[in-house]
């Protein structure tokens, strides 16, 4: 697979497409073949999509640790690191507590669940979410390598700081295994853009199995949370992030968008922010110009605790709750909603199925009944792909925003149109001559 005539953003959009227009034939054509849904529906499809997004999170964890320990062991000054962070995480924090709150404006303006019937036999039985103090103290690994097998992100942040402040601290001693991190991290980033050759082909697989199964009945009924949600969704990025990057970093939203393209179509087909963390430091770095010192630290604690597209929905999905069952909140349960869902945007990081565990913490706060969730679980795998690629924007906007507050931002490498498109292809031929770009 050499330099073909079309860029690797072209082909995913082909392979999107395609896949979306082969699920659509393969679900009318074929609506009950047992051949089709056992062959190729769960068979080729869901074995190329999970082979794909598996490919993907099995970059993450040594992505994660080798670049973030690579970027502090160079560290001249690790007091840069506290800096660093409280700028990143009062960012998050920032956007969603705008995130939620534009959310659940929109939604009492609107009024999407005024005459809705949401009764339902279908129950919704919550995960227990883990007291904030747990999460504090569950931070620091006793075992790095279990956490690193766990695939706990968080953990594995904080033990590769640690780790490459010792690097660092080790003075000449310490520089051969800085070296060897360095090195690690130009073969590890080679990885990712040889599977992102792979993408067109992974996202094909993904789309045309989730329109051959996704349920679009459940989206007529429920039409008018799902636009609205997709609304304040695009409302946040273009207001939001926008006006962030604008007068915040001084940098042009449009140009960021475009240079944007391939990690909100991976977040867009995998609907999960992990998978698409190789992708996003890929973009950030060599694309938008961020430096990797920086990246290596906001994109995975981003992808962890920013959640500003889940917040959106739990807003938009409280206020449609409460008006579907006709139970009146007050403007001390709406400054609940929102002080409860971003708190657990932090409090619940890690947690499988985070999304609905924060959803039903925010709906026990305020009295509503959980079952209002089994119903929004019919259109959630749609919405779940726009929040991703919203959440994924935000890390990227804020990483962005950060490394220009700290002087490590390459504006030449953002201004320019084709900065990083090199490293978008390999040529399997001559595999030997392809040079990382500096």
């Given at each position: 697979?050499?330099?073909?005539?079309?860029?690797?953003?072209?082909k995913?959009?082909i392979g999107?497409?395609?896949?979306?227009?082969?699920?659509f034939?393969?679900?009318?054509?074929?609506?009950e073949?047992?051949?089709?849904?056992?062959y190729?529906?769960?068979?080729l499809?869901?074995i190329l999509?999970?082979?794909?997004?598996?490919?993907?999170k099995?970059?993450?964890?040594?992505?994660?640790?080798?670049?973030?320990?690579?970027g502090?062991?160079?560290?001249?000054?690790a007091?840069t690191?506290?800096?660093l962070?409280l700028?990143?995480?009062?960012l998050y924090?920032?956007?969603?507590?705008?995130?939620i709150?534009m959310?659940?404006?929109?939604?009492?303006?609107?009024?999407p669940?005024v005459?809705?019937?949401?009764?339902?036999?279908a129950?919704f039985?919550?995960?227990?979410?883990?007291?904030l103090?747990?999460v504090l103290i569950?931070?620091?690994?006793?075992n790095?390598?279990a956490?690193?097998?766990?695939?706990?992100?968080?953990?594995?942040i904080?033990?590769?700081?640690?780790?490459?402040i010792s690097i660092?601290?080790s003075g000449?001693?310490?520089?051969?295994?800085?070296?060897?991190f360095?090195s690690?991290?130009?073969v590890i980033?080679?990885l990712?853009?040889l599977?992102?050759n792979?993408?067109?082909?992974?996202?094909?697989?993904?789309?045309?199995r989730?329109?051959?199964t996704?349920?679009?009945?459940?989206?007529?009924?429920?039409?008018?949370?799902f636009?609205l949600?997709?609304?304040?969704?695009?409302?946040?990025v273009?207001?939001?992030?926008?006006?962030l990057?604008?007068f915040?970093g001084?940098l042009?939203?449009?140009r960021f968008?475009?240079?944007m393209?391939?990690?909100?179509?991976f977040a867009?087909?995998?609907?999960?922010s992990?998978?698409?963390?190789?992708v996003?430091?890929?973009t950030?770095?060599?694309?938008?110009?961020?430096?990797?010192?920086?990246a290596?630290f906001?994109?995975?604690?981003?992808?962890?605790?920013?959640?500003?597209?889940?917040?959106?929905?739990?807003g938009?999905?409280?206020?449609?709750?409460?008006?579907?069952?006709?139970?009146?909140?007050?403007?001390?349960?709406?400054l609940t909603?929102?002080?409860?869902?971003?708190?657990?945007?932090?409090g619940t990081?890690?947690?499988?199925g985070?999304?609905?565990?924060m959803?039903?913490?925010?709906?026990q706060?305020?009295?509503?009944?959980?079952?209002?969730?089994?119903i929004?679980?019919?259109v959630?795998r749609?919405l779940?792909?726009?929040?991703?690629?919203v959440?994924?924007?935000g890390?990227c906007?804020?990483?962005?925003i950060v490394a220009k507050?700290?002087?490590?931002f390459?504006?030449?490498?953002?201004?320019?149109?084709?900065?990083?498109?090199?490293?978008?292809?390999?040529d399997?031929?001559?595999i030997?001559?392809?040079q990382?770009?500096?």
């Amino acid at each position: 697979m050499g330099q073909g005539k079309f860029s690797l953003t072209t082909k995913v959009v082909i392979g999107m497409v395609t896949g979306i227009l082969v699920g659509f034939l393969l679900r009318f054509l074929f609506p009950e073949s047992p051949f089709v849904t056992t062959y190729i529906t769960d068979g080729l499809l869901l074995i190329l999509g999970k082979i794909f997004v598996t490919c993907l999170k099995m970059l993450v964890v040594p992505l994660i640790f080798v670049s973030l320990v690579c970027g502090t062991c160079t560290l001249k000054d690790a007091s840069t690191l506290g800096r660093l962070g409280l700028k990143t995480v009062a960012l998050y924090i920032l956007t969603t507590c705008v995130a939620i709150s534009m959310a659940i404006a929109a939604a009492l303006l609107v009024e999407p669940g005024v005459g809705a019937n949401l009764e339902s036999a279908a129950g919704f039985t919550p995960q227990e979410a883990p007291p904030l103090s747990n999460v504090l103290i569950n931070l620091f690994p006793s075992n790095p390598i279990a956490a690193m097998a766990k695939g706990n992100a968080l953990q594995i942040i904080v033990f590769a700081l640690l780790f490459g402040i010792s690097i660092a601290a080790s003075g000449k001693k310490g520089q051969p295994i800085a070296d060897i991190f360095i090195s690690l991290n130009e073969v590890i980033m080679k990885l990712v853009t040889l599977l992102m050759n792979l993408a067109p082909y992974g996202v094909f697989a993904l789309m045309a199995r989730l329109f051959t199964t996704i349920e679009f009945d459940a989206i007529l009924n429920l039409i008018k949370y799902f636009f609205l949600l997709l609304g304040v969704l695009t409302l946040h990025v273009c207001l939001t992030y926008f006006i962030l990057l604008r007068f915040v970093g001084g940098l042009s939203p449009i140009r960021f968008m475009k240079k944007m393209e391939d990690a909100l179509l991976f977040a867009f087909s995998t609907s999960s922010s992990s998978a698409t963390i190789p992708v996003s430091m890929e973009t950030v770095s060599r694309r938008l110009g961020a430096s990797n010192r920086v990246a290596s630290f906001t994109i995975p604690l981003g992808a962890t605790i920013n959640m500003d597209g889940t917040a959106m929905m739990q807003g938009v999905a409280t206020v449609f709750i409460a008006q579907a069952f006709s139970i009146d909140l007050t403007l001390g349960d709406y400054l609940t909603v929102i002080l409860t869902a971003t708190l657990a945007s932090i409090g619940t990081a890690g947690v499988p199925g985070v999304g609905l565990i924060m959803l039903a913490m925010v709906l026990q706060q305020v009295g509503l009944p959980l079952e209002g969730i089994a119903i929004i679980m019919g259109v959630d795998r749609l919405l779940d792909m726009v929040r991703t690629a919203v959440n994924v924007t935000g890390d990227c906007a804020v990483t962005c925003i950060v490394a220009k507050s700290e002087n490590e931002f390459d504006i030449a490498i953002f201004n320019d149109d084709h900065a990083g498109e090199q490293e978008e292809t390999i040529d399997f031929h001559h595999i030997t001559d392809t040079q990382p770009q500096p």
